[in-house]
């Protein structure tokens, strides 16, 4: 993503893109009318309606619409040998708290630290109506100052795939790990064939009644291993590198599809997803300092968390002196192996004033790791700082 303009002009332009995005109310982009269920539904019941409805949460009222909380298919696709007729109220998540006052931006920011992609609007315990990531694209395919920018600019580049003949739960590992719900399916040529969702797998789970349990996979506590491609979407709709926000936003609505590979020549060059339209809106909210979010620690590495924030933010400041950093999300994977070894690879994504810049690292100590993504992007930064400089060089010549 590049902003035009230096200094105080890009400043200014953040402002009018800003102020833009904050006219939106809340209240008059969110949904009044909603699915929903209730406390004493089946899970199979619940499950079908969000099928039905294509949804991957819903809210769970009670009594002239009081909010009790959401039921969601990640949540359900992870636990394990859940009866079919167990009750919703039992299965409960607590959403983030949304009012209709609170302004767009604070409600991408909450989407991108949640990963919820609908969450319900209350005044005290009653719903209002609920917003969804589709409101909020919707936003900024309207808006000629972002409807503009590249696939290329703010999609993810290095993509974790999965093959045709790998199994479900091979892809389930991978979305849990990942906290992702979707996963590209490329063959052992490189050509993308497939995509593969988390609605997918559950929908699958819940098809099977007879077992009358439901669990991560199919119910059974060894899980059958049911192929990817026999699950997976074929054929995706697909964009290009150059396709603009804009453009990819009237794909997604008019497909109601959320992610949308970004091919070359049938090569799979990146994904772009609604998460990564709702977290440029995200980046727009006015904040005193970077907005940081770690994901994907597991228990026993969380004591790594203060010395890793330390760094990041140290990096941060020096990123500062070149480029104007806003929003910073890195997510954190470890694979287990043999012995008491475990490898970490970690994914970042650093949003500035000019440019959305991507990095990835693989070490085997967390924080040499930590320290490498964020010495990676600060390079990115000052390269496209110098390249910035050239251009106008040459430009004035």
Do not use: C
């Not at 009866?83 to 604070?106: D, F, G, N, Y």
């Not at 600019?153 to 389930?172: C, F, L, N, R, W």
């Amino acid at each position: 993503m590049e902003m035009k303009g230096e200094g105080l002009e890009t400043v200014r332009m953040r402002e009018l893109v800003r102020s833009l995005i904050e006219s939106y109310k809340l209240e008059d982009v969110m949904r009044t009318e909603y699915e929903s269920a209730g406390p004493e539904d089946s899970v199979s019941d619940v499950v079908a309606k969000m099928k039905a409805a294509d949804l991957h949460e819903i809210p769970v009222v009670e009594d002239s619409n009081k909010l009790m909380g959401v039921v969601s298919y990640g949540s359900l696709v992870r636990k394990k040998n859940i009866p079919t007729s167990t009750k919703a109220k039992t299965v409960l998540e607590s959403p983030p708290r949304l009012t209709a006052e609170m302004p767009i931006t604070q409600v991408a920011e909450l989407m991108v630290s949640t990963s919820y992609r609908q969450i319900p609007v209350v005044r005290g315990k009653k719903i209002l109506g609920v917003i969804s990531r589709k409101e909020i694209i919707q936003i900024v395919a309207d808006m000629k100052d972002l409807k503009g920018i590249r696939a290329a600019d703010i999609m993810t580049g290095e993509v974790q795939t999965i093959s045709p003949k790998d199994s479900i739960k091979q892809a389930v590992d991978i979305m849990r790990k990942l906290e992702v719900r979707t996963l590209p399916v490329v063959d052992e040529g490189g050509k993308l064939t497939g995509i593969i969702g988390i609605k997918d797998i559950a929908n699958y789970n819940w098809r099977l009644q007879r077992r009358e349990t439901v669990g991560e996979f199919t119910g059974n506590r060894n899980p059958v291993e049911v192929e990817v491609e026999s699950l997976a979407v074929d054929n995706p709709v697909t964009i290009r590198r150059e396709t603009s926000i804009g453009e990819a936003v009237r794909i997604m609505l008019d497909r109601n599809i959320s992610t949308l590979p970004v091919v070359e020549e049938d090569r799979l060059a990146g994904i772009l997803t609604t998460y990564d339209i709702v977290e440029l809106v995200a980046s727009f909210r006015p904040r005193d300092i970077v907005y940081v979010q770690i994901t994907g620690l597991e228990d026993e590495d969380r004591h790594s968390l203060d010395v890793m924030d330390k760094e990041i933010q140290s990096e941060i400041a020096r990123i500062a002196k070149i480029s104007r950093p806003l929003l910073f999300t890195l997510h954190v994977t470890k694979y287990h192996h043999t012995g008491n070894s475990a490898k970490y690879s970690l994914s970042g994504r650093l949003i500035t004033e000019e440019k959305i810049f991507v990095a990835k690292a693989s070490e085997w100590n967390l924080m040499k790791a930590t320290v490498e993504i964020m010495q990676r992007l600060q390079r990115l930064v000052r390269e496209a700082k110098e390249e910035r400089i050239d251009q106008r060089k040459r430009a004035r010549a």
